[in-house]
């Protein structure tokens, strides 16, 4: 076997094997110095054009997914216990769109005070990271979308965020044309933005007006 088809089958069992999403330097690890990492990928794109399962680009990394005329076809509609509410949901979209960003410039956009546990939620998720904090008195802290948030709405970057009209027709945006501009999440099928009652009345994820 001669040595381009043996750094194919690398990469190819590379990428089957990882538990996580690869880079291209950490598939260049495994190959000789000599490889051409793109030209691989590339490569071996082509070789899966047509089949159930494509080598896909996600935040800069690499990994098996199944392929995209495919996938409606596999996705089964599910209930989770904890349901994001729409206030949950346009934080995200706030943070996505505006990153980094302090809780009090989110609150700012919204109009109205953001209770402790959005935040949580959205971290605990793993949609969310701390992004530093801002050089300003006080030094807020500041926050970010995540690798885990670009994989789960299918984005290779923040790049392929769309824009508001989109997002008001998902439903993921308050239609009022008063509300500020922020980003959009890609619609997807899962049941979590709850209706417009879903913000705890007990105090779960309740917002408060600013003063």
Request: aromatic share 4%; proline share 8%.
């Amino acid at each position: 076997m001669n040595e381009p088809d043996l750094n194919l089958r690398i990469v190819e069992a590379l990428l089957f094997a990882s538990p996580e999403p690869v880079s291209e330097d950490q598939i260049a690890e495994r190959l000789p110095s000599k490889a051409d990492v793109p030209a691989l990928l590339g490569e071996l794109s082509s070789h899966y054009s047509g089949r159930g399962v494509a080598p896909t680009k996600i935040g800069g990394k690499w990994s098996f997914r199944t392929a995209e005329d495919i996938g409606p076809r596999l996705k089964i509609k599910i209930k989770r216990a904890r349901r994001l509410s729409r206030a949950a949901l346009e934080t995200l979209s706030i943070i996505a769109f505006h990153q980094p960003i302090t809780r009090a410039e989110i609150e700012e956009i919204r109009g109205v005070g953001l209770s402790k546990g959005t935040i949580d939620l959205l971290l605990e998720i793993g949609w969310i990271r701390p992004g530093g904090r801002k050089r300003t008195p006080g030094r807020p802290l500041q926050w970010r979308t995540s690798d885990e948030f670009l994989q789960h709405f299918g984005l290779e970057s923040l790049d392929d965020l769309p824009g508001r009209e989109e997002m008001k027709a998902s439903g993921l945006l308050d239609p009022r044309p008063d509300l500020p501009p922020v980003g959009r999440l890609k619609d997807h099928e899962e049941t979590l933005a709850g209706d417009d009652d879903d913000d705890d009345e007990n105090g779960g994820d309740e917002d408060e007006a600013l003063a």
